[in-house]
């Protein structure tokens, strides 16, 4: 019985781990090749606050959220 226990722990906790560091990795390549902003989104979020954004403020804000990714 004790023993059942033991091989159930033994197998779920390195399953846990790899399964933690292989959807990160997945995640990571997703978010890299699918940005969740792009610059369209930019050009209309400044634009619904009353800016008219030039590229070189589009490209600024690109970089910005490159570097949190």
Do not use: C
């Not at 399953?15 to 969740?36: D, Q």
């Not at 369209?40 to 008219?52: C, D, N, Q, V, Y």
């Amino acid at each position: 019985m004790w023993h059942d226990i033991l091989m159930i722990v033994i197998g779920l906790i390195p399953g846990l781990v790899i399964g933690f560091f292989v959807s990160k990795k997945l995640m990571t390549k997703y978010l890299k090749k699918n940005p969740p902003i792009n610059e369209e989104m930019i050009k209309a979020l400044m634009s619904g606050m009353g800016r008219t954004p030039n590229q070189k403020q589009i490209n600024q804000m690109m970089k910005q959220m490159q570097k949190y990714m």
